[in-house]
């Protein structure tokens, strides 16, 4: 609105605003008396003091308008200022009442600091995100000179703890100068003030009290030592002079010998004798000195010698043993004897006899040893030593290489457990002392003879029995010499070693006691194969085990598998019939037997034809028309020849035949989006999931449905419905996290799909796959190494860490991956990598190493 023009003109004279509407102006008495008045009469004077007041009264009212007026009319002076320090900032002022908050700062620690909030500005935030976790990850060479300044501080905290005031030791010295004069013969006393002032470093006085304090408490030895320790810096006269003076009133004090000792050249070594034979004339029982007088001795007699005496004055268990050490069979026994004798609640005398026995006899039994020890222990006491101290005992005899007395004194160990617990407890120990093989696998021993139809025992007992085995192979190879050719290294190899021989003579032991159980007869073949490296062993022991189990399929399969892993594909053909014969009722044989069919047309052997093999899979889908498996394996001989049609009409079969099965919807889903046709494959994945909705492979194929057909919209909208029927499926999890592109957005989804699948090794290692594809390979390999140890039978897990030593590891670290698939391989059974190339026709022949190396080159190509 615009400002009206006569609002900045002057005012008409006399104008008075207001008036025109009835208003009254303001004016005092002065200016009204100018006026006349209308009716006359108001001026006239009135000769009284009335009057008077009056004109009084209005002067003084003139005078405080006048003085309002005039302050009116000042300029307003500034507000006073408060008392606040203003302190100057970048930005402007911060005032007294906000500089106790600022100085409130210097308290927020670290962690406080990072835990704020961040500002709502959320430009470039990922940028930023990014370089932050960038700047955290760095690491810089910190200098020498953190460390040196670290080592000054403490050093100078020392000297200040020495340098201590002089105020503080004066007041020191008079408590102790106190005490002195008080317990004048308490050594205490006068070894803290020498002390005191040897911090100083007032060494003459701190000799000077120590002397005085010899004097006053000649008795007591630590009082001499502390006057020797401050006197060694004086030739070695001055100190042998005081402790000659300390041996004249202490004659029984084993430390001031044993310092007196110590004083002599260490070279002369008869100077050294004499002190020891003079202390043993006042402490003739001292174990200590008998001891350091044998060390000074050189020849074995005169060691000997002194032991003897030593036995016949000390009951210290440690001479005894070095006596019969030292000593031959026949003395040793003797001096055992009289040990056993003396020492009659001693159990470390039988022990010791068990070890003699088994050094000097070498083809002495654990059974001759263990009934000795059985004679020990009713002579010594069964409560003597508890059972840990028996084990203890058996696992250092195992340490010095007694093996036959640790197995005896396992075994008399273990009878002392009551009945009711016994199983548990020898279970318990056994795990205790896993570390020590032969303790461990002689406990086992005990467990199969007390329970010899226990099954978990056997298998305990074989695997500490093979660790061992492994053991003294691997330093059996230390020892041989590197120079051996390979005709030397083959002899030594083909011998069957002697840890292995007790480890068969256990297994036919167990299959004795057990004969209608197939686990110990396959173990055993599997060990005589792989171990010992005899075939023929290993084909003999399955062949009796066929003919007293004819109808265990395991074993059957496994001669088959025997057969197939040496290159004799005809006698595993041949087997394989065999089998079938005797075993037509079990669908698994069938499988199997057309599996290694589909192999040898697939190598073109002449004993097997394509027509057998359509045969053989057409009669095992009569004799067992609800098996999955053998449409699926009729399916993919069907696609070998090419017969598209055939395939598709067989798992349209398989599928009215096995309606909860989702193998045979996937297969037919993934047959007919290879054919073109992904209407066909996702209205069959629809009606399957209509009737099996709780199917993960069922959702994951029809995800992988949309993905393939670029429609990533309605893939995602799959997961989620997914999700919500499978929370916890590590399969749907995954693919909820291939849907992320960002990242930095992925964190917190990790978090949840650990969460909602409670660690699953699938998770575990799909986190680590995108890490790898990331160029992130030490995260990936860490996450690598967390699903591998989670499940080691899961064979992606071993693939990947294949992939990540292929590289970036040595090649040690690989040849190590090698060897262990190799002792796991039978056992690995998890993965779709793996069990794609473990299934494949091609690869029924290859080798741990080999299918490894394929699997990881699966996983490569699928991630590229």
Known sequence: ME??????????????AG????????????????????FGGENTEVPDDSGLLAANDDDEADRIYQEIDRRLSRPKKEEKATPGVEIETGTGVIRHEFSTLKAGLASVSVDEWAALPEAADITRKNKRQRLLDQQSQRTYAAPDTLIASRAQVAEIDKWAEQEAAPEDVERRRAVLSSLRRTEPHRASSWIASAKLEETVLNFGRAKALIAEGCRRAPHNETVWLESVRLHRSEPTKVCKNIIAEALRANTYSEKLWMQAMDLENPHDVVSRKKIAMKALEYLPENSKLWQTLVDLEDTKEDKIRLLSKATDLCSDWSFWSALVALSDYGDARAVLNRARKKLTNEPRVWVAALQLEEREKADVTVKRLSSMLAKGMKEVGEDTWDVRKWL????????DGFFKSCAAIVENTMS?????TRLNQMIQWAETYASSPKTASSIYESITKFYPHNISSWTALFASLKKEAEISRNSTQLELSAAADRRENKQTSSQTPKDLQQLYSYYENAISLNPELALFRLMYAKDKWILGEDVAGARNILESASQQLPTNEKIWLARVKLEVRNYEYEQAFRL??????AINTEPRLWYKHIHLLRFCVYKQMDFVSQEDLLQKSSTALDLFPDNYKLYLQRSQILLDIEDVKGA???LTVGARKCTQTAEIHVATAELDLGQGFPARARANLDSALLENPKSEKLWECKIRLEQTENDMITARQLV?????????SPVIWLQNLSMIQKSSHRKNAFLDALKHTNNATEVLLGIGVFFWLEGKFSKAKAWFDRALTADRKNGDAWGWNYCFFTKMGPPQEKDRLLAEVKDDFDDINKGKAWISVTKDKANLNISPGECLKLVAEKLLSTTA
């Open 392 to 399: 203890d005992e058996a696992s250092q005899a195992e340490k």
């Open 576 to 581: 394989s019939n065999e089998a079938l014969d």
């Open 416 to 420: 002392l457990l009551s009945e009711e």
């Open 648 to 650: 598709r009409d067989i």
């Open 19 to 38: 008036v025109g509407r009835g208003a009254t102006g303001f004016v005092t008495s002065a200016q009204s008396a100018r006026f006349e008045s209308a």
């Open 3 to 16: 400002r009206k023009a006569f609002l900045d003109q002057e005012a008409p004279p006399g104008y008075v």
């Open 720 to 728: 989620s419905k997914a999700l919500k029927e499978l929370p916890s």
